[in-house]
């Protein structure tokens, strides 16, 4: 099954303690990307990946690292998480044209307390 | 300023109603994509659309690129259809999605 998979699905860390999410996919889809979700915000781009070694800042990319070692996988750092970013992220990844199939991961709820 | 505007941003519907939520934008894309998320997160793409219209069981995408704009139309609305839709447009250049922030539809049985 065509597919993106993240995970955790639910973390809860505290301030400061280096964290990772991972995210794989198995469609052989040059473009990778993380967004986060928040209330009234909508979905917001942090780094994006047209292939790998490739990667590029999306919207909010302050307090968060990528790396694209490997075509499948994209992985979301937080190095020192702060409280704002408790959030909703998604990875996704599309062929590079991003015109047809587009798919996402089930989502990481984050909690920083 | 958001390069994508949805509108309304919230909907509620008796079972059975015709639904239509709008997208407009401001720039010129390639492509823009209606998305699903229901209650519980996960996202799912029902659309892309470049030009004209396009259909899947009982909802239909439509896109006028002159006119910068795109609505998504639910026939014979249902429970199950209650989720956000969210649009997404991809411009013409760079490598960035505009999103907007989303309808939350409900439909009442």
């Known amino acids: 099954e065509a597919q993106v998979t993240q995970n955790p699905r639910y973390l809860i860390t505290v301030t400061g303690k280096k964290l990772t999410v991972t995210c794989s996919q198995n469609?052989?889809?040059?473009?990778m990307s993380w967004y986060r979700q928040d209330p009234g915000l909508g979905l917001r781009q942090i780094y994006y990946?047209?292939?790998?070694?490739?990667?590029d800042k999306g919207d909010v990319p302050e307090g968060y690292k990528v790396s694209r070692k490997e075509k499948r996988n994209f992985p979301l750092i937080l190095e020192s998480p702060s409280p704002n970013q408790t959030s909703l992220y998604f990875c996704?990844?599309?062929?590079?044209?991003?015109?047809?199939?587009?798919?996402f991961g089930s989502g990481t709820r984050l909690t920083v307390v | 300023k958001n390069e994508v505007e949805q509108s309304p941003q919230n909907l509620t519907a008796q079972e059975g109603e015709f639904i239509t939520i709008n997208c407009s934008y401001s720039?010129?894309?390639?492509?823009l994509h209606w998305l699903q998320q229901h209650p519980g997160g996960g996202i799912v793409s029902l659309f892309m659309?470049?030009?004209g219209k396009k259909k899947h069981g009982r909802l239909i995408a439509t896109i006028n690129i002159q006119e910068k704009h795109s609505s998504l139309h639910i026939t014979a609305s249902h429970p199950r259809d209650s989720a956000v839709y969210i649009c997404?447009?991809?411009?013409?250049?760079?490598?960035?999605?505009?999103f907007g922030t989303g309808t939350s539809l409900t439909v009442i049985p």
């Open positions: 469609m052989n889809h040059e473009y």
């Open positions: 990946s047209m292939n790998v070694e490739v990667t």
């Open positions: 720039v010129g894309i390639s492509a």
């Open positions: 997404a447009a991809l411009p013409n250049t760079g490598n960035q999605f505009y």
């Open positions: 659309l470049s030009s």
């Open positions: 996704a990844s599309s062929p590079i044209d991003r015109v047809g199939g587009y798919t």
